[in-house]
């Protein structure tokens, strides 16, 4: 069975910094690139970045540059998103997701996603 | 702020037909770049619905579809079901912002 399983809940002071965990099975963690999303309370979904488990390589939203930093550990299959200078506005539920590229369309698609991590920031 | 505005809510009784627009931009949808869709049942994790502008994973019934033109999108249910009673997010690439971009979200509400 697929999956992504995600690190347990956080809570963190204003200025601290939180890292989160996501470990595939079922498929191999090299050959497809992990995604974050995360969803403040009540709100919608906002893309955070991505890394290639393979490469290493990132892209970043612009609005988390310089404060977000994606790694991975082939030796235990897992990819990390750590998030510095916390602030109240960072509290949300953080989701890993794989992207799949479809062959038959060309378009690529986050088809499998964790089952998410709360990350409360409150001193 | 996203970038790809939906209507928050819409609303049907059972057995109708309703539609969720997503109006994007130049630099998104109008760009060429497809859209995914994705329903998100509250207190869970978002599940895919439509990849690539039209298509359905398998186990995505047909009562879902999608399609786009110029620098929108929409997704139709028709049949509603109450278990349709969820989330739905468009998803797509922004040149502008070189990254993925979801729009604002709609509530479904199966009446």
């Known amino acids: 069975q697929v999956q992504l399983v ?37 709100q919608g979904l906002e893309w955070v970045g991505w890394i290639n488990p393979n490469s ?10 310089g404060r977000v930093t994606m ?11 750590e998030l510095s200078r916390l602030t109240s506005d960072d509290t949300a539920v953080y989701y890993c997701a794989r992207i799949l590229f479809y062959y038959d369309t060309g378009s690529d698609a986050l088809d499998i996603w964790g089952q998410g991590t709360l990350v409360t920031v409150s001193s | ?32 770049y497809d859209v995914n869709w994705y329903q998100q049942v509250p207190g ?4 895919l619905l439509i990849y690539g502008n039209t298509n359905r994973p398998s186990g995505v019934p047909d009562r879902f579809s999608g399609s786009k033109s110029a620098t929108s999108a929409s997704l139709a249910i028709t049949g509603l079901q109450a278990e349709d009673e969820a989330d739905y997010y468009c998803q797509s690439y922004d040149s502008g912002l070189s990254g993925f971009v979801f729009g604002t979200g709609t509530r479904v509400t199966v009446l």
């Open chain 1, 71 to 81: 790694t991975r550990d082939t030796s235990i299959n897992t990819a990390y998103m």
């Open chain 2, 1 to 32: 702020q996203s970038v790809m505005t939906q209507p928050p809510s819409v609303s049907g009784a059972p057995g109708q037909r309703v539609t969720i627009s997503c109006t994007g931009s130049g630099s998104n949808i109008g760009a060429g």
């Open chain 1, 56 to 65: 290493g390589g990132t892209n970043y939203a612009q609005k988390f540059q």
């Open chain 2, 44 to 47: 869970t994790a978002p599940q």
């Open chain 1, 6 to 42: 995600q690190s347990g809940a956080e809570v963190k002071k204003p200025g601290a910094s939180v890292r989160v965990s996501c470990k595939p099975s079922g498929y191999s963690f090299t050959d497809y690139s992990i995604h974050w999303v995360r969803q403040a309370p009540g």
